[in-house]
């Protein structure tokens, strides 16, 4: 692996900052570490109930595509390598990797103790098969990464060899993400509910799945033969007993947020996420109760216009909707003050950030200007600009509901309120089952897309989202070269500098020069709990609490 480190220059030159950009926005304010230490020895056994915001989608970690499921997941699955806070790649259900020369070969060896829950090994025909299954027409969860991959192979009962088109440094947080979870080859083989997960999909996580009921509770059982915990963590924990600590986890599914502080102050659950921002300085000040937050890596959460039709076909009216509301002073009355402003596309948390980048500011008068040029001069009874046809300048964004989290719906309606006020236009926000948002894409009635995303490379994130593959289409950029051309050289880049450089030059395009997107705020992990809770690990590079296997109480 030591060859490595000439690899790392690419990206973990900047980690510090990336470190310090977390702290300075109030990332991580919960040092998870330090308490279960000073707290003493763990305690084994017990049961830890959480309530939790947005129930999953999916309970198979290679499938799900819901960022807040992270933390769950990962009691279920684990992965190849894990990431350190200070942005390494550790073996994990590896014992070592190392590239060749030219960073386009890469050498995996596995560890020879690890089990699925169904008692396979964890050998190199397992990741043969679950690699054979990503690239095969029955997995309908293509990720980034398959495209820069050209081959893999056994190269010993517990070795693998990845052989990479080009250098792509996204591929080592491939290997650490839970999108490449193992499955049980029997599992891929026979289980019939691998789109969705479930008991008949067994993993090599701490825990397996004891129960679950759909709209009410996941239950979870700790595995009593697990030993492969990552080194880095246990270290990090002060190798105090092994993981996971706590017999059973219960997650009920508590999506208004009453309910959810309600059970925690009442203790009916040790602990919440997606704590209400208005609840914040609540929990703050009560001496029974912690609070913790850390800001997600990868893309804020922003709009993307839909270019293919009016009116965003318009920059003009594009530009408008950018400059035509106060988004910061939006986002922090929104957010009672405990919210990150987005001044850009890039997280504070990802190593790319641009520290420098030229952010939106709120004028009205120029948003007003541009309307005014592209013909939407007159107002109807109601104060929406319409056009000399005498229609509304309307603009509707059809949302996700299953991934309507951080009080987004009420930011929409904020932002409704502060156009209409200042420009004069009309921005309806409705959330709407899957299946209905996506006729609304195919039959092209949607005019924005709403969407964060995280991840360990940011390279991942920017081509999921800016050049959506999926159908039906969502983000139009792929229509224009150079944010396509821009997309590759930031991931292929050999140096961290060439990568920035592109990322700098894609940001500054598709939100100042060509107003494809509008970045409104930093999504966070938060939870409370109360203070009998320890052992909360949150990881500054995904922006994610790493799972609920550290958590104990007095």
């Not at 289409?473 to 930031?490: E, P, Y």
Request: charged share 20%; proline share 3%.
């Amino acid at each position: 692996m030591s060859n490595y480190k000439k690899w790392r220059a690419i990206a973990v030159a900047a980690i510090l900052s990336a470190g310090l950009a977390l702290s300075g926005c109030g990332g991580n304010t919960t040092n998870s570490a330090a308490s279960s230490t000073a707290s003493g020895v763990p305690v084994k056994g017990q049961t830890i109930t959480w309530g939790i915001e947005k129930e999953l989608q999916s309970v198979n970690p290679q499938t799900s595509s819901q960022d807040a499921a992270t933390g769950i997941l990962r009691n279920l699955g684990d992965s190849y390598l894990y990431v350190t806070d200070d942005g390494d790649y550790e073996p994990w259900l590896a014992s070592s990797y190392k590239f060749s020369d030219d960073q386009k070969t890469l050498d995996l060896t596995l560890r020879k103790d690890v089990t699925f829950s169904d008692g396979e090994k964890l050998d190199a025909d397992a990741v043969i098969a679950n690699f054979d299954y990503y690239n095969s027409k029955a997995n309908t969860h293509q990720s980034t990464w398959q495209t820069y991959l050209e081959s893999w192979q056994k190269t010993g009962d517990y070795s693998v060899q990845f052989k990479l088109k080009e250098v792509y440094p996204g591929f080592l947080a491939a290997l650490a993400g839970l999108g490449t979870t193992p499955i049980s080859p029997a599992s891929l083989k026979n289980s019939k509910e691998l789109a969705s997960g479930g008991k008949s999909v067994a993993l090599t996580g701490p825990y397996v799945i004891k129960s679950y009921k759909q709209g009410s509770q996941l239950t979870l059982e700790a595995r009593s033969d697990y030993a492969w915990a990552p080194q880095a963590l246990t270290k990090q924990l002060k190798g105090k007993q092994s993981l996971p600590y706590a017999k059973e986890l219960v997650f009920r599914f508590l999506p208004e947020a009453s309910t959810r502080t309600g059970a925690l102050t009442s203790g009916q659950v040790d602990a919440i996420d997606g704590v209400p921002a208005q609840n914040i300085a609540q929990i703050k000040s009560n001496s029974n109760l912690q609070y913790g937050q850390v800001l997600n890596d990868c893309t804020a959460y922003s709009l993307y216009f839909n270019t293919t039709k009016a009116p965003f076909n318009d920059i003009n009216v594009r530009k408008a909707f950018q400059l035509g509301a106060d988004y910061r002073a939006i986002v922090k009355s929104v957010y009672y003050g405990t919210g990150t402003y987005a001044d850009q596309s890039f997280s504070p948390s990802s190593v790319f950030y641009d520290k420098s980048f030229k952010s939106l500011t709120f004028n009205k008068k120029k948003a007003n200007e541009l309307l005014d040029k592209s013909g939407w001069t007159k107002r109807d009874s109601e104060g929406y600009r319409v056009n000399s046809r005498g229609e509304r300048l309307s603009i509707s964004l059809y949302s996700d509901a299953p991934y309507v989290r951080d009080s987004r719906d009420v930011l929409a309606q904020a932002i409704s309120a502060e156009l209409k006020k200042n420009v004069g236009i009309e921005f309806t926000f409705k959330a709407r089952d899957v299946g209905t948002v996506s006729e609304t894409w195919k039959n092209n009635t949607n005019d924005a897309f709403d969407n964060s995303m995280g991840g360990f490379d940011i390279s991942t994130a920017v081509e999921s989202v800016y050049l959506w593959k999926a159908e039906p289409n969502r983000v139009f950029m792929k229509n224009d070269q150079k944010v396509v051309d821009l997309i590759h050289q930031g991931q292929v880049g050999k140096t961290k500098q060439e990568r920035q450089s592109a990322y700098d030059e894609l940001q500054d395009y598709v939100i100042n020069d060509k107003a494809y997107v509008l970045p409104l705020y930093v999504p966070r992990d938060n939870w409370a709990a109360s203070k009998s809770v320890h052992g909360f690990v949150s990881n500054k590079v995904t922006g994610h609490l790493f799972s609920s296997s550290t958590l104990w109480k007095d």
